[in-house]
């Protein structure tokens, strides 16, 4: 028999006690040996839970236990988390972690602890809850030179987008019910500013290239500016706006970035609703593949915890061999001067007059009509390509022109 403890009991870590208990069977049978839950650890009191006899608030419960091989980290945070899974692995235990924060802060250190003392450090549930992406990246697409990364990360956003879309809900309406139906936290400041997708993408982005992201360079902007007026031009554009995260190699340095994007229909995450997730990975012998799955939730994050525990239950005489390399240099792309297309929205006293400096601003332009916008004040146009510093400069001239009042917004293009 292999015996695990749980630490920290909240959502994914009742869901991993739940997982094992009710697919034991099929778990031993899978693992080839008997999986069992022998300690939780937590420092809350859990009267009413089946599991109750389990628990402890003691730590070193679990990390004095010879007989514990395997440590389920899903505290959360990089605080207590991270040295809880030191010790874990300093101790020769095997760690799963459904921790993004702690894998995208410390993943190289942990990766190297982890092979030095010869056991198991895993995440596949730490991106995409229970869509699995992190083994195929090591092990499937392994034959392929990974050129990007392109997701919808993040259930909470995507949910609120739809809401927006399909309900014509603005977005406070939209986050309020996305809170209720237990969606996003009473605190979603991860979410809705995109910290959480932006952590995803980092750990993807490592895996990919094999070299450390660090997530605190990735430039990240979140959904808390995008109106019902933005959805509308992005109907009259045939698209859809989504919170993406993504990188690419370009050379031999890394371009990664998080923001709302207007995502025409023809690419495949045009139609990803709801609080689900898709993860396009292109390859230069495959192509892109595209991984698809509910990103969140007890259950779904549980699974993947699980099946990381039975992953290493199979292997238990080897450890782990993937490392990021680290560079000592920069190895992020300047992002200003990476070029793309821009939906920009002005408001203007003048609309003749703007249309003029627009054009003569930003070049060859095309301009969008909203069927369901009736305002007189108002206008939209896609630029051809620019990079980031261009299109700075030209929107903060635009915003000096006389007939125009302002520069509502601005949202990156991503085409099929």
């Known amino acids: 028999m292999i015996n695990l403890a749980v630490l920290g009991y909240g959502i994914v870590g ?6 094992i208990k009710k697919n034991s069977s099929s778990i031993t049978m899978r693992a080839g040996e008997e999986v069992a839950v022998k300690k939780i650890l937590d420092i809350r009191d859990f009267p009413d839970s089946p599991d109750r006899d389990l628990l402890t608030k003691n730590a070193d419960d679990v990390f004095s236990d010879p007989e514990i091989s395997i440590v389920v980290e899903t505290i959360g945070g990089a605080g207590i988390a991270y040295e809880f899974t030191k010790r874990a692995l300093n101790l020769g235990k095997h760690v799963v972690t459904s921790n993004k924060e702690l894998v995208a802060t410390h993943g190289p250190e942990l990766l190297r602890l982890a092979m030095e003392k010869g056991v198991h450090y895993l995440f596949e549930a730490s991106v995409g809850g229970g869509i699995p992406i992190i083994r195929p990246l090591h092990q499937c697409l392994a034959a392929n030179e990974i050129n990007g990364v392109t ?7 995507n949910y609120i987008l739809t809401q927006m879309k399909r309900e014509g809900k603005d977005f406070a309406t939209a986050l309020k019910g996305a809170q209720e139906n237990g969606y996003a936290e009473a605190d979603p400041t991860a979410d809705i500013e995109g910290q959480d997708a932006c952590r995803k993408i980092a750990i993807l982005s490592s895996i990919a290239y ?15 500016k995008i109106s019902l007026e933005d959805m509308q ?14 990188s690419r190699k370009i050379e031999d340095k890394i371009y990664a970035r998080v923001s709302p994007v207007m995502v025409s229909r023809e690419h495949p995450l045009s139609n990803v609703e709801d609080v689900f997730n898709a993860i396009v990975v292109s390859g230069n012998a495959l192509g892109d593949a595209m991984f698809y799955g509910r990103g969140a939730g007890k259950l779904p994050t549980a699974s993947a915890v ?14 782990s061999r993937y490392l990021w390399n680290v560079n000592s240099e920069e190895n992020m792309v300047d992002p200003g001067a990476v070029e793309g297309k821009y939906f920009i929205r ?13 054009e003569k601003l930003f070049g060859e332009i095309t301009w969008i009509k909203a069927r369901k916008l009736k305002s007189e ?9 620019f990079s980031e510093n261009q299109m700075q400069e030209a929107v903060e001239a635009l915003n000096g022109v006389d007939a125009v009042s302002e520069v509502i917004n601005r949202i990156r293009v991503l085409e099929a």
């Open 306 to 319: 699980v099946a990381d525990v039975i992953d290493i239950v199979k292997h238990l005489d080897s450890n």
């Open 210 to 224: 094999n070299e450390y992201v660090d997530y605190r360079k990735i430039p990240t902007e979140g959904i808390t």
């Open 14 to 19: 009742s869901g991993v006690v739940e997982v």
């Open 377 to 385: 004040d108002e206008m939209a146009f896609v630029t051809d390509s």
């Open 151 to 157: 997701g919808i990360l993040n259930g909470t956003t």
């Open 346 to 358: 002005i408001k203007t006293s003048n609309s003749e007059e703007a249309k003029k400096a627009a």
């Open 233 to 246: 031009y992005a109907e009259a554009m045939d698209a859809s706006i989504k919170l993406v995260g993504m």
